[in-house]
């Protein structure tokens, strides 16, 4: 059975006036001899071209929004949905608005894949959006190719993503190689180059593993060993025992979700050393769940501050947090710049956007500046920010750079 979309709701999209571009018959005549040649070519219909200038700019998103993982990723997606409400607030683009329509998969990579097919094939969306989780991008590579479909922005920083370029992929984040070296590098910089790794039990954790290894050994540490965490975190007192047994002087936890909240607290109870963490692995959610405990938590994050309203971007993410009643921290942060980026790349491919023409678009923007952070994209580069910083929580779960 066909997942229902649910579409973002905003004021915005509530008052969406009729775009008035009317198409020159050239223009017709053009895009009909165009789509019977697709036709003839024996190209199925969602994969020919198309370049509508009239209604939303439909993009698609598949995401949790049921399961153990919802709660963890609801903060990025508030982040992206501000970023594209306060686009089509002034005037989309080029009049159109930018709607997206969003899947529940459950982070189920089985079901992201079955929902990209929906959002292609019957909702005809331009791109797809935010995609989470390692298994589910990989799983949708070759469906990309397949489709002509751009993704724009994920959350892995999975080697085995970035293991080749894809014509169709498009990330906005650092790899999971440049956080574990900038990392390590911290470690033995302050004379603590033992590290254990807790690394969870599934593709993200198996996956970055030897990686993971590999890097503590590069940049001059010590490894002590490894041990693997379940998904649920419910074997973390285990796995931290375990690891004490090996007098590590930190641990590097490869995780995501709920076995964060379950081994930072198990570490603390048997191990007592520093913990170092992913960027992904402690957002606001995580951080309500540990509250005090997660006081020491070293975190690589691949943005600047939310808090320090140094630069433009992070003033305009301020201010638009404040308009929608939403709390400052890094996941709404990070949803609301990839946000951006997505909606610069609509702009540069204009009103008339297919897929085709954003890929050229996204591959054309070169150095994006959106006000005192860039990133670097091109036809060689489609990973547009190796930017790394380690900060440490506080008291109050407030990060302290």
Request: without cysteine; hydrophobic residues 45%.
């Amino acid at each position: 059975m066909a997942t229902k979309p649910v579409v973002q709701p905003s004021p915005a999209q509530r008052h969406t006036p009729r775009a008035a571009h009317t198409l020159s018959v050239q223009r017709r005549s053009l895009m009909a001899a165009i789509g019977a040649s697709a036709a003839a070519m024996g190209l199925p219909l969602w994969a020919q071209p198309s370049a509508a200038t009239k209604g939303d700019i439909l993009i698609g998103r598949s995401t949790a929004l049921s399961g153990g993982m919802a709660p963890f990723l609801q903060p990025i997606h508030e982040g992206q949905d501000a970023a594209i409400d306060d686009a089509n607030a002034k005037g989309g683009v080029g009049g159109r608005k930018i709607r997206l329509v969003t899947l529940d998969d459950g982070f189920d990579p089985r079901r992201t894949l079955e929902n990209a097919k929906q959002l292609a094939e019957k909702d005809g969306v331009v791109a797809l959006f935010g995609v989470s989780g390692t298994s589910q991008v990989i799983g949708l590579l070759p469906y990309l190719s397949q489709a002509k479909l751009p993704l724009i922005s994920v959350y892995t920083g999975s080697p085995a993503v970035r293991a080749q370029q894809h014509p169709y992929l498009f990330t906005t984040r650092a790899s999971y190689a440049d956080e574990l070296v900038k990392i390590v590098r911290n470690l033995v910089a302050v004379q603590t180059s033992r590290i254990a790794v807790a690394y969870e039990n599934n593709d993200f954790g198996k996956l970055l593993l030897p990686l993971v290894e590999k890097t503590i050994v590069a940049e001059g540490g010590t490894l002590a060993g490894s041990h693997a965490l379940a998904p649920t975190g419910q074997d973390a007192a285990d796995a931290a025992k375990a690891l004490a047994a090996l007098k590590p002087q930190a641990v590097l936890l490869v995780a995501a979700g709920p076995p964060v909240v379950t081994y930072v607290r198990a570490n603390r109870a048997h191990l007592g050393v520093p913990v170092y963490a992913l960027s992904l692995a402690a957002g606001s959610a995580v951080l309500k769940a540990l509250g005090e405990d997660a006081r020491g938590l070293a975190v690589a994050r691949t943005g600047p501050s939310p808090s320090r309203p140094t630069i433009a971007l992070t003033r305009d993410f301020q201010a638009s947090m404040k308009r929608y009643d939403k709390p400052v921290d890094y996941d709404r942060y990070t949803g609301y710049m990839d946000g951006r980026v997505l909606v610069e790349g609509l702009r540069a491919a204009g009103p008339g956007v297919t897929r085709a023409s954003l890929v050229t678009a996204m591959q054309g923007l070169g150095n994006l500046d959106l006000g005192g952070y860039a990133y670097q994209f091109s036809a060689q580069n489609h990973h547009g920010s190796n930017f790394v910083d380690i900060v440490v929580v506080g008291p109050g779960g407030v990060y302290r750079q």
